[in-house]
């Protein structure tokens, strides 16, 4: 059995419920499982994507994008001016009225089911690079993000040829040129929630990426330029937040899609008021996680560390705030600790690894503050005992106990790998405290009774409700938020619906 050299580096303990005896150190350690890097060419610069072609910004700026886990730079990328945004919104305009919005769906459709047929052809590439630019597991990049990018270039194909069956009794018309700007937590995923129902319908794009992790939409324009699609129909524009708002501000955009925090949606909110764009906003969340007594406790534990920890919690629907019932409080915080000392926290290119980088410096220094605040306010921390990386961004899976609605931790969005655990004893007493939040947009139910489900989820205010699973997706399916977590739909028909124009037949 255990001799010093097999234990686990970590220290780590294993839970009660292995039975392994009291204190002894877990007797085996993962073998590295490195992902190769070598699937990705990754260049030493990157311009613009701009009517078919790289180009360099118009004064030849640029910035750098860091690999969060090791803090070393990847490439540097060509930083947009205003002037380029006028530049990608004229190619945007001019591939709209001559190609793509007089193309007859069947045609558009054959592009876009090619875009979905390269990026599962390069999947393997496109997941390698979101690892190194954003700093989330490998195994989430390679199962989940470039999966469900792909699949929803699949599913919106599929409308491109339909539209006119899509809204019974009215003709959809493209809006024209959609302003679209994303966030660094699912870059190719948020890329194509929002490029793939804006193509389908027949409007042109101009995006802008967030400027640390502009290397997946980069990798996508020549995904666009393999596909044979005609120029202008897609344009890139990395470039800080300034850019983002002359893009949504420029005149000769229709629409304008933003998926990030509350305080830039407001603003963006503010720049289109009086103008007759078409806004959708995806912001931030705080979602409840609802385990009654009588939930499948084991499970409700996986969806509970699913809900938190994937992608280091920097999800907006994350359950970032677990409701138990009073009767079972102890017994699933016990199981939840002894599940958080087996996760394993570190190099995001391991398969072996659940928790990998925050994906900025900013980010990381906002949670250290917001889970300082917590224990300050006098919430009980409990952090597993897991060696972190010396260089880049990284924090320890994090469990709050003790938590008051009033706290900073219960109200606002940590957007990092921190859960803070409330009670309840009664659904009413559940129902308020979950509604208790400025935001609105995800929530998870545990319990064996879907009659349980029902009644809550028609008394609950918000967008997405999970029974029994969590942070679920599919295309098909609209996902969305009320009140500060914004307004309008992603995904399904509702994410047709946010690109078209519909007139009586
Ligand atoms: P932001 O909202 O600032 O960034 C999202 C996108 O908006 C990025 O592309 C960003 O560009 C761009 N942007 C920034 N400022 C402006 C502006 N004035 N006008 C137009 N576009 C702009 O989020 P942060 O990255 O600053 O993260 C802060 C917090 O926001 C997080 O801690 C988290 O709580 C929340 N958040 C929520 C997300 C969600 O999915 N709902 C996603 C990301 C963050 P650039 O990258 O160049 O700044």
């Not at 890329?191 to 990798?219: E, H």
């Not at 972190?388 to 469990?399: A, I, V």
């Not at 803070?420 to 208790?436: G, H, I, M, Q, Y």
Request: proline share 6%.
């Amino acid at each position: 059995m255990s001799t010093d050299k097999s234990v686990a580096p970590s220290g780590a303990r294993p839970p009660a419920s292995w039975g392994l005896g009291g204190g002894q150190a877990i007797p085996w350690e993962y073998a590295p499982a490195p992902e190769s890097r070598d699937i990705v060419q990754i260049r030493e610069h990157y311009g613009l994507f701009i009517d078919g072609r790289e180009r360099e910004s118009s004064d030849g700026g640029t910035f750098a994008t860091v690999d969060p886990s090791t803090e070393q730079q990847l490439a540097t990328v060509s930083k947009a001016t205003t002037a380029d945004v006028d530049r990608a919104v004229a190619a945007a305009r001019r591939a709209q009225r001559r190609v793509w919005g007089p193309m007859p769906g069947r045609e558009r459709a054959k592009y876009v089911f090619r875009i979905a047929r390269i990026m599962a052809e390069r999947a393997r590439e496109l997941a390698v690079l979101e690892t190194l630019d954003s700093g989330k597991p490998i195994k989430e990049s390679r199962d989940v993000d470039i999966p469900l990018a792909a699949a929803h270039f699949w599913y919106y194909a599929g409308w491109a040829d339909k539209l006119e069956y899509a809204f019974p009794g009215r003709v959809a018309r493209p809006l024209g040129v959609a302003a679209q700007i994303i966030p660094w937590n699912f870059p190719l995923l948020m890329l194509s929630w929002k490029i793939a129902p804006a193509l389908a319908a027949g409007n042109t794009v101009v995006l802008k990426p967030a400027s640390t992790t502009p290397l997946s939409a980069l990798l996508f324009a020549d995904i666009c330029r393999q596909a044979d699609l005609p120029p202008g129909v897609v344009n890139i524009v990395p470039g800080p937040g300034d850019i983002g708002m002359a893009l949504v501000s420029h005149p000769d955009v229709n629409k304008v899609a933003f998926t990030g925090s509350t305080e830039i949606g407001k603003k963006i909110q503010r720049a289109v008021a009086g103008t007759d764009k078409v806004l959708t906003l995806e912001l931030g969340g705080k979602a409840a996680n609802i385990v009654f007594e009588d939930a499948a406790l084991d499970q409700a534990v996986e969806g509970i560390v699913n809900g938190i920890y994937f992608n280091q919690g920097e999800v907006c629907c994350a359950g970032s705030r677990l409701l138990v019932q009073e009767s079972v409080a102890d017994e699933l915080v016990a199981r939840l600790k002894d599940r958080l000392a087996t996760l394993r926290v570190g190099d995001p290119m391991d398969k072996n690894t659940d928790v990998g980088a925050i994906n900025n410096r900013a980010q990381l220094e906002k949670i250290t503050e917001l889970v300082a605040s917590g224990v300050a306010e006098g919430a009980e921390l409990y952090q597993p005992a897991c060696q972190l990386p010396e260089r880049g961004y990284f924090f320890r899976p994090t469990l709050f106990t003790n938590v008051a609605q009033s706290h900073r931790i219960a109200k606002e969005e940590i957007f990092g790998p921190v859960l803070s655990v409330l009670t309840f004893r009664t659904p009413d007493e559940a129902v308020e405290k979950a509604n208790n939040t400025e935001y609105g947009l995800s929530a998870g139910i545990w319990t064996e009774k879907a009659s349980k489900v029902f009644a809550m989820v028609s008394a609950m205010k918000a967008g997405v409700i999970w029974a029994n699973t969590f942070n679920r997706f599919d295309p098909v399916s609209p996902f969305g938020g009320y009140k500060e977590s914004g307004f309008g739909r992603e995904g399904g028909m509702h994410g047709l619906h946010a690109y078209v124009r519909l007139e009586d037949r």
